[in-house]
């Protein structure tokens, strides 16, 4: 991730947002929102692995011009 290129990202409280005990209490909510969570960490992973590349290739072509 590019420290220079992150965006704040504020998030406002739902009117009827659940407590935590009701979320654990709650299998199917539990279930989907740490499904939630695990998918959202695994694309954060994907695109700061193919930013990356990029980024290697960008440096790739940038050696050939100047050679």
Not at 12 to 24: D, F, M
Not at 25 to 52: F, H, P, Q, Y
């Amino acid at each position: 991730m590019d420290i220079n290129n992150r965006k704040e990202i504020s998030l406002s409280p739902s009117k009827n947002a659940p407590t935590v005990k009701e979320i654990l209490n709650d299998i199917k909510v539990e279930g989907i929102l740490s499904n939630a969570v695990l998918i959202n960490i695994g694309v954060n992973w994907e695109s700061e692995t193919l930013r990356d590349k990029i980024l290697t290739i960008l440096e790739l072509i940038e050696n050939q011009i100047v050679d």
